[in-house]
């Protein structure tokens, strides 16, 4: 069960990672285009990897 906890952290973590990068990229335009700053990037990269 534990291991199982650490390989889901793990692949979300992951998954955070990678829409951090790909938010980070984004001129400030195309970010306010959907909406968002570059300060709500976090947020926004961490609820996407939790879904």
């Known amino acids: 069960m534990m291991f199982l906890a650490i390989v889901h952290f793990i692949q979300t973590w992951k998954s955070y990672n990678s829409a951090l990068r790909e938010l980070s990229l984004l001129s400030d335009r195309?970010?306010?285009?959907?909406?968002i700053n570059r300060s709500d990037?976090?947020?926004?990269?961490?609820?996407?990897?939790t879904r």
């Open 30 to 35: 195309e970010l306010a285009d959907v909406g």
């Open 41 to 49: 990037i976090p947020r926004v990269a961490w609820d996407q990897a």
